[in-house]
């Protein structure tokens, strides 16, 4: 049965990390949210799951996947499940626990990056809140962007099979997460990140990797993948890059 | 062999997470930074890990647990390790994995938290940013703090086993995560927490059932559990609570 994955329909954000892996595992997934709601999709098959009593495990926020009986909500935890499954992750379990560590610092730093526009409160517009994130992004140019792409950089660097890959010699989620972070810092952020790329050189030749992996590039040259626009995680203002 | 937590010394910050596991379950634990320099404890021994290029595991910050050969960093996938091990999670997968997203929600709360008092910049003083501050700590109490603690209160109310525990019926360090949570919300913002606490009251139940329990309430008593300060998470400006 082919995964569920609800996300908001007409971004990236979060669930691109998802979209991701099942796009480079090849799986049978329905993008629910993006479907026609007289098939029993749209937003609304999304929303039921958030606003319904019924389920014992209600996400707190998109994204979700539903496999089965299986509702499993946060990004990370997500992948987590899906590793094994897609055979995005290495066997041992420490390896895989190592994975998701890399997952989960990716997760902060997509964090910091939305809250670069969104510095007082995601229920305010960016024009409400534009001069603290002017100040917010300043600190996340200089300090928080490069602090991430070294510390991305050792783990490269330190991997005993080789720095093609983060983890082991296979691509892991966790590569392509890296790779997703990286394009959204580059839309959003394309000077800063540009100069710390200049420092991150294997972080730097992962990002190129993955971009050309087939079923990825495949991906990309597909309606399926969403423009990056001004609504998700990462958006270019040019004001908070420089 | 003991395990040995890295963190901070002077704070319960996202440290106290790991270590009120620990001592619910009775575990044997250093906390290394913690202790004497002249046994090799102490900040130094913590910082070892985060510099030396050593380790083909670097934790990006601490937290951090080392067990034997295996350098876990990251909260949530700390207490995922620790879970099993502690006896602290249930046995079958979903619901372990159902742990662990409750876990990585109270990590996004407490992210939140900390920058109710650093919107701008983790850098900077709180003096230097204490007007966006102010900006941010008011949605954070009237829009997040009551978000969150419902969605806690309908996990515990949707519980088939009761609601007692967030997960099964017995006690998991995702309960003992939500009572620190609490108890950080209700020392940072005593007034907004103790109103939307009147709206969860199977939350404050849980709260002060944790408090409760025979070795938690062993290690409050004890000079182990450091007080709430103004250098950790949570943070008692009377000027951002209301």
């Given at each position: 049965?082919?995964?569920?994955?609800?996300?908001?329909?007409?971004?990236?954000?979060?669930?691109?990390?998802?979209?991701?892996?099942?796009?480079?595992?090849?799986?049978?997934?329905?993008?629910?949210?993006?479907?026609p709601e007289s098939e029993g999709q749209g937003v609304t098959a999304t929303m039921h799951y958030l606003d319904s009593p019924k389920f014992v495990h209600p996400p707190f926020a998109?994204?979700?996947l539903v496999d089965g009986k299986a509702v499993v909500g946060q990004t990370a935890a997500i992948l987590l499940y899906l590793g094994p499954r897609l055979g995005l992750v290495?066997?041992?379990?420490?390896?895989?626990?190592?994975?998701?560590?890399?997952?989960?610092?990716?997760?902060?730093?997509?964090?910091?990056?939305?809250?670069t526009h969104h510095p007082i409160a995601?229920?305010?517009?960016?024009?409400?809140?534009?001069?603290?994130?002017?100040?917010?992004?300043?600190?996340?140019?200089?300090?928080?962007?490069?602090?991430?792409?070294?510390?991305?950089?050792?783990?490269?660097?330190?991997?005993?099979?080789?720095?093609?890959?983060?983890?082991?010699?296979?691509?892991?989620?966790?590569?392509?997460?890296?790779?997703?972070l990286v394009e959204g810092l580059l839309y959003a952020f394309p000077l800063a990140t540009g100069r710390a790329l200049q420092q991150a050189p294997l972080v730097a030749g992962l990002h190129t990797r993955v971009a050309q992996h087939r079923?990825?590039?495949?991906?990309?040259?597909?309606?399926?993948?969403i423009p990056f626009n001004e609504e998700g995680i990462f958006r270019r203002y040019p004001e908070l890059d420089g």
């Open positions: 049965m082919a995964y569920e994955l609800h996300y908001w329909p007409t971004i990236q954000g979060r669930g691109e990390f998802v979209r991701l892996a099942l796009e480079a595992a090849g799986a049978d997934y329905v993008d629910v949210a993006r479907g998109p994204p979700f290495a066997k041992n379990d420490l390896q895989r626990l190592w994975t998701h560590q890399l997952q989960l610092t990716i997760a902060d730093a997509v964090m910091e990056a939305h809250d995601t229920g305010l517009y960016y024009e409400d809140q534009k001069k603290e994130a002017v100040r917010r992004a300043r600190a996340f140019r200089e300090e928080r962007i490069p602090k991430f792409l070294d510390w991305f950089e050792s783990v490269l660097a330190r991997n005993p099979r080789g720095s093609a890959c983060l983890v082991g010699a296979r691509l892991s989620y966790a590569d392509l997460s890296l790779f997703q079923r990825v590039a495949a991906y990309f040259a597909s309606e399926r993948r």
